[in-house]
């Protein structure tokens, strides 16, 4: 079995952390580590990152909160891979996304993943790049993450003329973390297709 390193736990945590990135404090509480070490670890990571031409990845810090991203000389492949799908409709994570948004904003990132059970981080830029999705200020509390919302374009996308008109959820399910999710979206969306449909 693999050992794996003190390195590899930090680096874990920064991905898993997404764009809002983790701090220092919380890095400390969560591995136990005392903060030298941490800022040890990460400057070794920040180098390993620099100095290896394969690697995609660059460590960028601010004040004592740090999170990964991409290389700036990846910049357009990077932009053209969040182009191309603007063509494609919607997948079922993006609507998931979405449809939580939509019904919860504003609301963080973490919120967002505490609801579908998965990482966002992916799902949100790219509706973000669509238009659908934008950032409303941030949370006040410890790392600021960002609030999102929707946008004007998310109402002209689905035909709506204010979130009053949102499609209503199912009665018997209440509006928690438990059982909202895109699926109840998909589905009034459905529901307000066909009765469009039956007027016509």
């Keep these: 079995m693999t050992k794996t390193t003190n390195q590899a ?25 005392m903060k030298p070490a941490l800022r040890k670890i990460l400057d070794d990571l920040a180098q390993k990152y620099q100095a290896d031409a394969d690697s995609a990845l660059v460590l960028l810090q601010s004040d004592e909160t740090y999170r990964l991203a ?12 969040f182009e191309v799908p603007l063509t494609v409709p919607l997948t079922t994570a993006l609507l998931e996304t979405l449809a939580i948004i939509a019904y919860r904003q504003p609301i963080t990132r ?26 409303k200020g941030r949370l006040d509390a410890p790392g600021r993450p960002f609030l999102y919302v929707t946008t004007t374009n998310f109402l ?10 949102l499609p209503p959820l199912p009665e018997e399910k209440d509006l928690d973390e438990d059982n909202l999710s895109g699926d109840l979206f998909l589905a009034a969306l459905q529901s307000r297709n066909q009765q469009q ?3 016509k």
């Design 156 to 165: 002209d996308y689905f035909g709506l003329t204010s979130l009053a008109a």
């Design 110 to 135: 973490l919120e967002i993943d505490n609801i579908r059970g998965v990482q966002s981080s992916g799902a949100i830029q790219k509706l973000m790049v669509r238009g659908l999705v934008d950032t």
């Design 70 to 81: 991409t290389k700036a000389s990846l910049a357009p492949i990077i932009k053209r891979y």
């Design 9 to 33: 736990r930090i680096e874990a945590l920064l991905f898993i952390s997404g764009d809002e990135g983790i701090s220092l404090g919380a890095l400390a509480k969560i591995t136990g580590f």
């Design 197 to 199: 449909g039956d007027e």
